[in-house]
């Protein structure tokens, strides 16, 4: 009976047959007192094989440096987490200058940003991301104010995004007043793109001319606020990013092009049927009263009896 070393050195000699056995040629001769050092081999290369196959692509990618998984922010008051925020990408571009990225800075596990200033209330917090000097800026910072409020209609709490400023140079200052970016206060807000460009619908808005010169943009953004439960996000609200406005600027010409279109066609069927009724008005025959048969008569009787 064949060892269990031999069948799955067969079986490896199969499906990668350049890795596996480097065996004798076919026209070679091999002596049976060769057999158990053969056999030995085979043991010994197939062990190798399937260490090699398992153990060194995990020594490969430890060796590799692949980037490790970005972990939300969380922003802690009184022990218990208050706020999470994550994003895949955080970029910041100032009017045509080189785009700069801050997402390693923002939410590596190794080396998180700077979150001390942050400030947690019952209705109002402050998500301050201190990232120091970055490429000619100086203490750079990006800082979230958020709010929670009740609304009484719908019976519950809901938090919001109400701006974002960004504060660079120890006093030069651009504010975004964010636009829609909230959720009831049980959920997590999610969105594909919160940006102050328009081709992302602009849900920031810049405040000042100074602001304008600056884009911010945060891709996959999700925050959760004054409701957090066990560290973890809950299910989020998403975004309506389907009434765009270039969407909506669209349905609207439509719309408008249909009632057109729909009131030509009204007027072509109405001209048709008034020139279909004044084509047969010649051959139509109104019968006239007894009244007007006796006076037609009288007036004949009349111009004969004058004549």
């Given at each position: ?42 043991e010994d290369d197939a062990l190798h094989h399937i260490w090699s196959s398992s153990v060194l692509p995990r020594k490969l990618l430890q060796m590799s440096g692949a980037a490790a998984p970005l972990s939300p922010l969380k922003i802690f008051s ?225 111009e004969k009896n004058a004549i």
């Amino acid at each position: 009976m064949a060892s269990p070393w031999k069948c799955l050195c067969m079986l490896l000699l199969h499906l990668q047959p350049s890795s596996c056995l480097h065996l004798p040629a076919a026209d070679s001769f091999v002596s049976p007192v060769d057999g158990g050092r053969l056999s030995a081999l085979m043991e010994d290369d197939a062990l190798h094989h399937i260490w090699s196959s398992s153990v060194l692509p995990r020594k490969l990618l430890q060796m590799s440096g692949a980037a490790a998984p970005l972990s939300p922010l969380k922003i802690f008051s009184n022990g218990e987490p208050c706020v999470l925020f994550q994003a895949r990408k955080l970029s910041l571009r100032y009017e045509k200058h080189k785009q700069l990225d801050l997402t390693e800075r923002a939410f590596s596990s190794q080396k998180p940003v700077d979150v001390s200033r942050s400030v947690c209330r019952q209705d109002k917090a402050t998500l301050v991301m201190a990232f120091g000097d970055v490429e000619g800026l100086r203490d750079l910072s990006i800082r979230l104010q958020l709010s929670n409020t009740f609304y009484e209609s719908s019976g519950q709490w809901w938090f919001s995004v109400d701006s974002v400023l960004l504060i660079y140079n120890s006093s030069e200052e651009a504010l975004f007043n964010a636009s829609d970016v909230y959720a009831p206060a049980s959920s997590s807000y999610r969105c594909p793109h919160v940006s102050s460009l328009q081709r992302y619908s602009g849900l920031l808005l810049p405040s000042t001319d100074h602001a304008r010169r600056w884009s911010i943009t945060f891709i996959d953004f999700q925050i959760q606020a004054f409701n957090v439960s066990s560290g973890r996000f809950s299910p989020a609200s998403d975004c309506t990013t389907i009434l765009t406005p270039a969407i909506l600027m669209g349905l609207i010409s439509s719309l408008i092009l249909l009632l057109v279109l729909a009131y030509a066609l009204h007027m072509v069927i109405h001209l048709k049927h008034i020139e279909h009724d004044d084509n047969h008005k010649a051959d139509m025959y109104f019968p006239q009263s007894t009244e007007q048969l006796e006076h037609c008569c009288d007036e004949n009787t009349t111009e004969k009896n004058a004549i």
